[in-house]
């Protein structure tokens, strides 16, 4: 019985983190053309409220320049994708692993958490949510795990 349900279990949490994983996939995918979509956005604003002062063109896209590399999330992507492959092995492991894999569901937050505060996108930010979500059902199923 116990077999069967940790079979079951480990198939759950599999199917939740290919579904993050997707996700990642795609908030990669939107964050590029976000950054181009931004810029010119933004540039446009920053014209407008500026149009009083003296600020060179040049200075106008180094401050562009620094905003889009503090709201860059790849790094963020590339430490998501290394803790859902690092969770898919725990699972796949023989011993238990309840209190590492929730210590992954926090890494996993974390990081979403980071992608949905600096991301300048709505969309970025529900499919972040989107990973909060399916990472609190996971984290829900592993407390199961003894």
């Not at 401050?63 to 725990?90: G, P």
Request: charged fraction near 35%.
């Amino acid at each position: 019985m116990k077999l069967n349900e940790g079979k079951e279990l480990s198939k759950d949490l599999s199917n939740r983190i290919n579904e993050i994983k997707k996700t990642v996939k795609e908030i990669n995918t939107n964050a590029r053309e976000s950054v181009v979509e931004h810029h010119s956005l933004l540039k446009e604003r920053i014209k407008l409220l500026l149009q009083d002062t003296n600020i060179t063109p040049e200075r106008l896209d180094v401050e562009l320049a620094l905003l889009a590399d503090k709201s860059d999330i790849s790094e963020e992507c590339v430490r998501l994708n290394s803790h859902l492959k690092f969770f898919n092995e725990c699972i796949n492991h023989d011993e238990s692993n309840g209190r590492r894999l929730n210590f992954l569901c926090q890494e996993i937050n974390r990081e979403a958490n980071t992608i949905a505060s600096k991301t300048l996108s709505t969309e970025i930010s529900h499919k972040a949510i989107f990973i909060k979500e399916e990472t609190e059902k996971i984290r829900e199923q592993i407390q199961n795990i003894e």
